[in-house]
């Protein structure tokens, strides 16, 4: 089956510090990958997406992810956390001949001062 | 902006009752979703659209029913609410555009039942 595994349920850095976020997948064919974020009490914006090409993908707010098929990751990054980044980062795989997404358990993102 | 829109935001209604949780694009959208998610956890699928006249189950079993009348509407229904039905509810819509398929998320509806 599919899935997203999201090894880290919290993370906490200082602010202007550099972070990874960690995201696995198992998926049998080529996956279309997506980072989204949760602010307290709001739905989810979409970060930054992969679908094929150049592994190494940018998105909005400083973000980038780099899609590493051998290690079966998608990992999240950012080279200077801003304290406005404290939210939940979710990582999803498209599913279901492309009509689902499935989400992992998300990593709560505290940003020290 | 994504325009999705999910009414109301948050919801405290009592055992027994009967509730819709209202969720509205103005996108065009084909296929549109209803994901569960409880504080600090993961989004479960609990049902899915691929358009009008369609609707499909989703991953986590659920007491809920949605419709799909119109292309721009996807209400979800619990006939008679319990307290193990708190919980957020976000919609969301897609359409397939190949490298730009993207999913859209609705703010969410914070239910609470007592």
């Known amino acids: 089956a599919q899935s997203v595994t999201q090894p880290d349920i919290h993370i906490t850095v200082s602010e202007g510090a550099s972070l990874e976020l960690r995201c696995n997948y198992s998926y049998g064919a080529t996956p279309y990958l997506f980072w989204y974020v949760q602010s307290p009490g709001q739905g989810l914006q979409l970060l930054l997406k992969?679908?094929?090409?150049?592994?190494l993908v940018q998105g909005i707010k400083g973000f980038e992810a780099e899609f590493k098929r051998s290690q079966s990751s998608f990992n999240l990054r950012k080279p200077s956390v801003h304290w406005s980044d404290a939210a939940e980062y979710f990582c999803?795989?498209?599913?279901?001949?492309?009509?689902?997404?499935?989400f992992g358990t998300g990593t709560q993102l505290k940003v020290e001062l | 902006e994504a325009d999705i829109y999910q009414t109301p935001r948050y919801l405290v209604i009592g055992t027994g009752k009967k509730i819709t949780l209202e969720c509205s694009q103005t996108m065009g959208h084909d296929k549109m979703y209803w994901y569960q998610q409880d504080p600090g956890m993961e989004l479960h699928l609990i049902h899915y659209s691929y358009g009008v006249n369609s609707t499909e189950k989703g991953d986590l079993s659920s007491e809920s029913t949605v419709s799909r009348i119109r292309t721009e509407h996807f209400p979800l229904t619990l006939e008679s609410a319990r307290p193990s039905h708190t919980s957020q509810y976000l919609c969301a819509s897609s359409e397939d555009r190949g490298l730009n398929t993207e999913a859209f998320f609705g703010q969410g509806t914070r239910l609470t039942v007592v």
């Open positions: 992969y679908f094929s090409g150049d592994t």
């Open positions: 999803a795989v498209l599913t279901g001949g492309g009509n689902k997404l499935t």
